[in-house]
């Protein structure tokens, strides 16, 4: 028995029903080789895999990426927003105060132990958003020298 091979970049945006062009394919690749990028960054990304693209057409394509669920769209309170690759699991998010680095953090316990809210009010939850915030190696020792 054999693998099935991984699809390649064009074909997942086939797959979930989106027009396949190379900005698309280098926007989606470049998320996914950073770290919760955002628009500017992922741009510049963009622009060094295929050359000139604006930043309209960036958040046109993060916005149908995102609705696809190919990208994650994250957006840590008083920061801009940050896209993300690693989609359709229940992960959180840990937030340096003081240079703003992101960093990705699985659930603490378990299976997805925050779906389960104490009182859901009716709601029927799908996605749990947490993010912790403090300091990151780098600054907790900058800050403790």
């Known amino acids: 028995m054999t693998a099935s091979p991984t699809p390649t970049t064009a074909e997942e945006l086939r797959g979930a029903g989106l027009r396949v062009t190379a900005a698309r394919v280098a926007l989606l690749e470049t998320v996914r080789d950073g770290d919760h990028l955002g628009v500017e960054a992922i741009a510049s990304g963009v622009r060094d895999r295929v050359g000139h693209v604006s930043v ?4 046109e394509a993060l916005h149908a990426l995102t609705a696809a669920g190919l990208v994650r769209r994250i957006e840590p309170a ?6 993300e690759g690693r989609v359709g699991d229940n992960h959180h998010h840990v937030v340096c105060r003081s240079c703003g ?14 779906l389960t809210a ?9 996605e749990a958003e947490v993010v ?6 780098d600054c907790s020792t900058t800050g403790s020298s």
Do not use: H, K, N, T
């Not at 309209?56 to 958040?59: C, D, E, K, L, R």
């Not at 008083?78 to 896209?83: K, N, V």
């Not at 912790?132 to 190696?137: D, Q, S, T, V």
């Open 101 to 114: 680095a992101v960093a990705d953090v699985d659930c603490a316990v378990g299976e997805a132990p925050c």
């Open 118 to 126: 104490s009182d859901d009010r009716g709601f029927s939850v799908d």
């Open 56 to 59: 309209q057409a960036v958040y």
């Open 132 to 137: 912790y915030w403090g300091l990151c190696p």
């Open 78 to 83: 008083g920061s801009p927003a940050r896209f």
